[in-house]
C-alpha cells in the first residue's frame, strides 16, 4: 500500500521559514514524480512543485520561484519543501502528491493526474 505522509507544518510570521517533509512507501517501482500542492480555503488546490525521483528534475510555480526549494532524499524516501520568505499568501494546507511517471511533465500541476495523496500539514503565515 502506498502512502505519503506530511510533516513540518506550523505557524510562521512572515519573512520566516519552513521545511515541510513527505515521506513515501509502498512503491514497487522508482519511476514516479512528487509534487507539493496547496490549498487556501475557498480556493482550489494548486500546484507548487514538483520532483521527478528518477532524474532529480524540478518545476516551480511562478508564484513560489526563489522562495521553495523542492529536493528529494532517495535513501529516505523523503521529498522536502524548503520554504524561505513566506507571506500571508503562502497560508494554506500543504499536500503531497506522486504519481507514475519518470518526470514530472508539463502539466505537472494536473490535480487529477495524481494517484496517491498525503493528509496535508497546515501552514499559516501571520503578517
Known amino acids: 500500500e502506498v502512502r505519503l505522509v506530511e510533516s513540518g507544518g506550523g505557524l510562521v510570521q512572515a519573512g520566516g521559514s519552513l521545511r515541510l517533509s513527505c515521506a513515501a512507501s509502498g512503491f514497487t517501482h522508482d519511476d514516479y514524480a512528487i509534487s507539493w500542492f496547496r490549498q487556501a480555503p475557498g480556493k482550489e488546490r494548486e500546484g507548487v512543485s514538483c520532483?521527478?525521483?528518477?532524474?532529480?528534475?524540478?518545476v516551480y510555480a511562478d508564484s513560489v520561484k526563489g522562495r521553495f526549494t523542492i529536493s528529494n532524499e532517495n535513501a529516505k524516501n523523503t521529498v522536502y519543501l524548503q520554504m524561505n520568505s513566506l507571506n500571508p499568501e503562502d497560508t494554506a494546507v500543504y499536500y503531497c502528491?506522486?504519481?507514475?511517471?519518470?518526470?514530472?511533465?508539463?502539466?505537472?500541476?494536473?490535480?487529477?493526474?495524481?494517484?496517491?495523496w498525503g493528509q496535508g500539514t497546515q501552514v499559516t503565515v501571520s503578517s
Open positions: 520532483i521527478s525521483r528518477t532524474n532529480g528534475n524540478t
Open positions: 502528491a506522486a504519481r507514475r511517471g519518470q518526470s514530472c511533465g508539463s502539466r505537472w500541476y494536473g490535480v487529477g493526474k495524481y494517484d496517491y
